[in-house]
Each structure stands twice: as C-alpha cells, then as structure tokens.
C-alpha cells in the first residue's frame, strides 16, 4: 500500500504543479497584457494597479477561504506536520493555489515553493484523512506531497527530498525515505513530459580560476548569512506594520500591492518570481547577473528593491514563497560581490556571475537554514558542478553566521511568532521514531509462576531488577511480578505464596512495531517501570522487555544526533 499511496500522491503532485504554473502564466498575461489595454490611458504607471487589484482579490479568497492560505505556506505545513498530526483541510490546496497564482500573477514579489509545499502536502494528508490513516502515514504522505511538488516546480528531484526531510521534518528518517523518493521521482517524470528537461537558469561556462579563490567563496557566505538575517528582519517587520494597522485584513493586501507596484515601476523584475520568462520579457535580470552584465550599482539597488518588494507582498497578507525571491537577492548581491572582488583581484577570481549563483544558496541558506537542500537545489537548478566546492563552503558559511545572529529561520520564526516552539514539539515527536523493536532488551530473565516468593526476593537482591516476566511451562507470557508485590506480600503468609500468586495477571504489554510515543500513551500516568514486549500475532510470546532505563537512552541518542545534525 506504501508504494501505491507514494506513486498517488506523486501523481498528484505533479499534475498541480503543473496546473499551478499554468494559473500563474494565465493570470500574469491577464493582468499584464489585459491590463495594459484597460488601462492604456495611464501610460507605464498602469503597473501600480496590477499588484493592488491582484491583492484585493487574495485577500477576500484568503479571508473567506482558507486563512491558512495567507502568507509564505511552508511554515502552515511545518506546524500541520509537527503540532497538527499531519491533518490539513482540503480546500486549502485549491485556495492557496488560487490566492497564490493571483499574487504572483498579479505582479506580487513571491516565489511559487511556499503554495507549492503546502498544495502538495494538503493533496497528500487529504488522501490519507480519506483513508483514515494513522498520524505517522498522513505525516508521511505530507512529506510524499511537498518532495513532489518541489520536484515537479523546480525539476529538483533529489532537492525535492532533501526538502521535504530538512525543512519540513527537519530530520532525516529511514523509512520515509523511499516513499518520499518515489512520490519525488514520479512528480518529476511528470513535469519533464510536460515541461521538458531544460535547466530554470541560464548555464555559462563558470570555473574556479585559483583554489585562492576560496578566500572570497568563504567572505561571500559571511555577506549572504549577515543579508538573510537582514531579509528575515525587514520581512517581520513589515508584517507588524501591516498587523497594526486596524483595517480588515482582506484590504491589507490592496496597500502592499500599490506599493510593489511603484517598485515595480523601476525594474519590472521585482515582479513574481523574478527570473524565467514573462509575458513582458524573455530574459530577466537573474539571468543577466549570471552572464556578469549588470552594473554594481544596478546589482545593490535591486537586491534592495526586492526584498522590500517581497516583505510588502507577503507582510501585507500575500500569498507566495520566499525561495525564488531569496534566489533573486542572493543572485544580486552575488554579483555585486564578485564585481568588486573580480576588479581587485582579476587574476585569481572568476566572473561576477560565478559569485551571483554561489550567493543564491547561500543566501537562501542562510534565510531557511536548510544548507543541504540549498546545495542540491542550486545544483540541479543549474546543473553546474564546477562550483559546487565554492557552492558547499559559502552555503555552510552563510547558515552558520546566520543561525548565529538569529535561531528561528525564515520559516520557525512565523510560527514562534504564533507561539508555537517547532523545536519543542519536534522533541516530543523523537518518541515517534523510535520503534519498540529498536531499543527492547532481549533475552531479559524470567521467572517461573512456581517459584516461592523467598526464592524471588533473593533473584530481586542478585540481579537489581525491579520486575519479572513470569513465564509458563509452555513458555507463555503469565503475568508480571515486581519488587513491590513481594514487599506487599509480607503482609500475608509468604512462606506459601509463589511468583504467580502475586504476578499482574494482565499486565501492560507492548509490541514491537509500535513506536515509544504511543507505548507512553498507554501508561496514562501510572508508574510503570518495564513492560513486556509480545509478538502481536501471538499475545503471549515474549519477545523482550521495554525499560524505563530503555526509554531514556534512546530519547538521549535521538536528541543528540538531532541536536548535532542541525549545529552541522
């Protein structure tokens, strides 16, 4: 069933990030070409308009449709996967499909991962809501729909996985992997037949002229870290002025598109997503930066733009992403950098265009915390290897000085805004991962339901356990005996008294399969220091016992592999 509910979701994943680009481009003609025509008589200043109307009717969609629809979308999913049990509505995909085609369409400065992310995982808990799945697989499911889209928007497959486990689960574990490769893979198959196989940027023949570059690969990521902490600044920022003003939230967006659109009315760049063709241009100005054709000044000015562009659509209520307009900065400030490094130091550094798509990882990296996915993204998006070193060094450079300056991302800061500490449900979740077969102590002793209860109080003194299983002739799970009960027998006439007089006869058991969450559950409280593991097919076979001491060393473990792999 894994296998076909992957294949599904994938399936579905890619047709709506199919279907999703093709609303973008029918709205960005409407808008743009329409609009041009309607408004003809207000010249270029037609423009201011576009993003304001576009707002108006995201706001009233998003108001009176899916309020979880408003916004970036990655962080709506990461609280649905962590806090929400894997359960998101779904008529959120269709509004946040909608609302986010209009944004963008409309000319709002917003890229297409957030609505992507969060229509691919509604597509996916919807299915498995369908279904009436457990937690775990809607979760699963969640993780299958945001590798698809991701896949399938980007061509990104392997960054569409990397993704979904960095920044959506923020871990990486073993069995959801090959669901969400298989949902990733089919989402991308799709998109290629569609879409075809070509690269989203331009490619030049970029090299590392001496490894002495490194030097200014390594100050580039510090630039990048200091500007991701500046763009997650400004973007809140934004946010709370548009929270205080005391208008319905729905007309909030109407003010951060007229001011997008007078930004707009200096670069039509800022508009969307920024790069790829449009209605207006074929080329834009990340392509451009690559190729090392703009000027340092035209560089700076619009990585500013931008990012006020960006923190005005989605501050205001705006639907969209922050990865393409992160890609656009980055690609900015990139070039700058490597203008003014290529004119001091022409004979050991490449191109300003090496440096603008180095910067766009690590910028996006040090905004979303999530170097891997950077790394493989970029990669894919570009299919360059020759700067992957650079890539990987100032990629790393950028999260760790950002992280530094700032612990929430991007993403964590919006939901630790709502009051919602990621990092802490993520704790109670490790319980989730754990399996009861990974950490029970096998072969662990037993008694027999003869043995007298003298002969028990010295096993207990021997040995330290608190408990026993109490095992049959036939090697059938009895009962459960424990230090207590024989210091409860003392009351009565012990020397005729044995193990199974005094054992629980139905204790607590646990299986397997079953994860260390959902065995705790079980508990409801009462102090229970050990419980025998069976075979849930035969109810009465020991198979081990889970240990109070048991519990504690495999949350230990998983906490600080955890804590290590998001310090790294």
């Known amino acids: 069933m894994g296998i076909g509910l992957s294949v599904v979701v994938g399936a579905i994943a890619g047709f709506g990030a199919m279907v999703f680009r093709w609303l973008i481009k029918t709205f960005q003609s409407s808008f743009f070409l329409g609009g041009a025509d309607v408004l003809s008589f207000m010249g270029q200043y037609y423009v201011i308009l576009l993003p304001a109307a576009g707002g108006l009717l995201v706001g009233l969609l998003v108001y009176f449709g899916a309020r979880e629809a408003k ?84 061509n990104a497959p392997i960054g569409g996985v990397f993704f979904a486990l960095e920044v959506i689960q923020r871990r990486f574990v073993v069995r959801n992997l090959a669901p ?41 990521g510090i630039v990048c870290g200091l500007a991701a902490v500046a763009f997650i600044f400004v973007l809140y920022r934004c946010e709370d002025i548009f929270n205080a003003w005391r208008i319905p939230d729905y007309l909030k967006p109407i003010f951060g598109g007229i001011l997008v659109g007078f930004i707009g009315l200096y670069s039509y760049d800022v508009f969307g997503v920024g790069y790829g063709e449009t209605c207006w241009v074929s080329r834009m100005s990340v392509d451009y930066a690559l190729a090392g054709q703009i000027g340092l000044g035209a560089l700076l000015i619009m990585a500013v733009l931008k990012m006020l562009a960006t923190s005005a659509t989605l501050g205001s209520g705006g639907s969209g992403g922050v990865f393409a307009p992160s890609l656009f900065i980055g690609a900015m400030l990139g070039g700058a950098f490597g203008t003014v490094v290529h004119q001091l130091y022409p004979a050991i550094t490449a191109s300003s265009g090496a440096y603008a ?9 040090g905004a979303a915390r999530a170097p891997i996915t950077a790394i493989i993204m970029l990669f894919e998006m570009t299919r360059n290897y020759t700067l992957i070193l650079p890539l990987m060094i100032a990629v790393v450079i950028s999260t760790f000085i950002a992280y530094s300056l700032n612990r929430e991302s991007i993403y964590t800061l919006k939901l630790r805004r709502r009051g919602v500490d990621i990092r802490q449900h993520l704790r109670a979740d490790i319980m989730r991962t754990i399996r009861v077969s990974e950490v029970m102590t096998r072969n662990f002793p037993t008694v027999s339901p003869e043995m007298p209860i003298s002969e028990l109080s010295t096993k207990f003194t021997e040995t330290g356990h608190h408990g026993f299983p109490v095992i049959d002739g036939d090697g059938r799970l009895y009962g459960v005996v424990t230090l207590e009960d024989v210091e409860s027998s003392a009351l009565r006439d012990a020397a005729k008294l044995t193990a199974g007089d005094i054992a629980t006869k139905s204790p607590i058991v646990a299986y397997p399969d ?15 220091g050990r419980i025998p593991v069976v075979d849930r097919q035969a109810p009465k076979k020991l198979l081990g016992v889970l240990r109070r001491h048991d519990i504690i060393g495999a949350y230990t473990s998983a906490a600080v592999g955890r804590d290590s792999n998001r310090k790294a």
């Open 514 to 528: 079953q994860n260390i969450h959902d065995v705790l559950a079980q508990f409801g409280g009462r102090d229970v």
């Open 71 to 154: 916004g970036h979308g990655v962080p709506e999913v990461m609280e649905a996967f962590a806090v929400g049990g894997g359960r998101i509505r779904p008529r959120v995909a269709a509004v946040k499909s909608l609302a986010s085609s209009i944004c963008i369409g409309s000319g709002g400065s917003a890229g297409r991962e957030g609505p992507i992310v969060q229509i691919g995982a509604s597509a996916g808990s919807a299915i498995g809501q369908w279904l009436k799945l457990p937690e775990d697989w809607l979760r699963t499911l969640m993780l299958c729909g945001v590798a698809g889209g991701i896949s399938a928007t980007f």
């Open 357 to 365: 798509l180095v910067a766009m990882g690590a910028f996006f990296a």
């Open 180 to 220: 969400v490769v298989i949902s990733s893979v089919v989402a991308d198959a799709i998109a290629l037949r569609f879409l075809g196989d070509s690269p989203a940027f331009s490619i030049f023949p970029y090299a590392v002229i001496n490894y002495w570059e490194m030097v200014p690969y390594f100050v580039l």
